[in-house]
């Protein structure tokens, strides 16, 4: 048994500075808007750990720090012309991005922290895109066709002395369509067609090469070596509407390459395990969701969305640097999953209304294991005042504290469960006021 209690001591500097230019043409919604934007952010974090293990009883103490710096300049340049039937939209977004940062160990009694993992490093981005659409618009039918073209550069400079990594990065050039196409079959029915694909780029964070000691048996360790994910989608769609509510159905096919996620190994000759950011390999998420919209009389509005889908991630294999190159090779894994979610608002008396809420998430896999079940409730009271201008409410999220994220994780020679407690519990009051 062990109880584990750190003590965080932040404090954060923040600077940002704004320019910004706007042509209006002699025509309505014809413009070109400029934007320069740069922003400083200093954090300095000092974590003082206390480690009690009852058996043997032995108290351990620790502390971490950081130091980063962060430096963002962005320019935006966006272009908009109607047309008769529509409208085009051009623009441009640059950015670099220098993000240096030093870590710290003062190791104590009884220490878990691997010294030699400390030192500095220093993440840099640039990103230059273009990007345009046109939207069509006629009366019986909207066509919304994008493309983006992106080039990013990665690069993550790692100290010469660190024990497992050395400085790498990644670079990408490659376009991101987007289409959305809506057919109004009659008044109350439309048909929706779309299609698009986008990148997901790995964070600072998880690149970052310095480990977290969040839970002192599994060490939690970025990746510099991570690729971003890709990801195409598409889905056709159905909307029946009537006077007093909606229904809206679709298909979906979701596909991703180098899933971002997160790979436990064993630390060899100790009882610790090491987390890794890794990539996964492939996978496929091809569904069907509901969304009903329906008021039940004068005073009840009811909202029902629901989801079925099946989760396919492939098979892949990789390495955990830390702390010596530890294999991992993850099985091929498929489920049928979903989700549901019921929103009930009701008039209870003049000028005063009760909200429910309640979210249900299947079990789910993830390419290490799985998530099991979860759900939760919320609720809370509105009451309109002086003359509809002021409001005083009160909510409460997840009443019965069941919004767990419950974890089983497979390793080669272990298995892992873990239970993950976070803010969902909140009761909020409050007053707001309409000028």
Same mark, same amino acid.
């Given at each position: ?20 230019? +706007? ?57 908009? %012309?109607?047309?008769?039937? @529509?409208?085009?939209?051009? /623009?441009?977004?640059?950015?670099? &991005? ?25 993440? &840099? ?58 057919? *109004?079959? #009659? ?9 698009? &694909? ?21 060490? #939690? ?40 996620? %997160?790979? =436990? ?16 390999? +492939? ?11 329906? $008021?039940?009389?004068? $005073?009840?509005? *009811? ?26 090779? /993850? ?9 549901? $979610? ?6 209870? =008396? +003049? ?26 409730? !919320?609720?809370?009271?509105?009451? $309109? ?6 409001? *005083?409410?009160?909510?409460?999220? !997840? ?11 497979? @390793?080669? #020679? ?22």
């Amino acid at each position: 048994m062990r109880l584990w209690q750190y003590f965080e001591n932040e404090v954060n500097q923040t600077l940002f500075a704004t320019a910004t230019h +706007k042509h209006s043409f002699n025509q309505p919604g014809h413009s070109l808007v400029s934007s320069f934007n740069y922003s400083f952010r200093r954090k300095d974090e000092v974590f003082y750990f206390t480690n009690r293990r009852y058996n043997p009883d032995l108290i351990g103490t620790d502390t971490t720090g950081l130091l980063a710096d962060e430096n963002i300049f962005d320019l935006t340049v966006d272009y908009s %012309k109607p047309f008769k039937s @529509g409208r085009l939209e051009l /623009g441009t977004k640059q950015r670099a &991005r220098i993000f240096p940062n030093n870590i710290y160990f003062k190791p104590g009694d009884n220490t878990i922290l691997d010294t030699t993992l400390s030192g500095s490093a220093e993440y &840099r981005e640039m990103l230059s895109a273009v990007y345009g659409t046109y939207i069509y618009e006629r009366k019986k039918f909207e066509l919304e066709a994008g493309l983006r073209l992106e080039y990013a550069k990665i690069e993550y400079l790692v100290d010469t002395n660190h024990r497992v990594y050395s400085s790498t990065g990644f670079d990408y050039i490659d376009p991101f369509p987007s289409v959305r196409a809506t057919w *109004l079959i #009659s008044k109350n029915s439309r048909l929706s067609a779309f299609y698009n &694909r986008r990148v997901d780029r790995p964070e600072e964070k998880e690149l970052r090469t310095f480990p977290s000691y969040a839970s002192p048996e599994i060490l #939690s360790m970025g990746n510099p070596n991570l690729q971003p994910q890709f990801t195409q989608s598409v889905e056709l769609g159905y909307r029946q509407s009537w006077e007093s509510g909606y229904l809206y159905t679709a298909a979906y096919h979701r596909m991703s390459t180098n899933i971002l996620t %997160k790979i =436990v190994t064993e630390i060899p000759s100790s009882n610790l395990l090491a987390q890794v950011n890794q990539n996964a390999d +492939k996978g496929q998420n091809t569904g069907i969701e509901l969304v009903l919209n329906q $008021k039940l009389g004068s $005073k009840i509005r *009811l909202n029902v969305n629901g989801n079925i889908y099946r989760n396919s991630i492939g098979a892949f294999r990789i390495v955990n640097a830390y702390p010596n190159n530890i294999p991992y090779t /993850g099985q091929a894994q498929t489920i049928i999953a979903g989700n549901a $979610k019921v929103n009930l608002i009701a008039t209870i =008396v +003049k000028s005063t209304e009760l909200q429910i809420t309640g979210i249900y998430l299947a079990p789910d896999i993830i390419p290490q294991g799985k998530i099991l079940a979860r759900y939760s409730i !919320d609720a809370g009271l509105t009451r $309109k005042i002086q003359k509809g201008k002021g409001e *005083l409410f009160i909510n409460a999220s !997840d009443i019965l504290n069941t919004l767990v994220m419950r974890y089983e994780i497979e @390793g080669t #020679s272990f298995n892992l469960a873990s239970n993950d407690y976070y803010e969902t519990q909140v009761v909020r009051i409050g007053y707001q006021y309409r000028f």
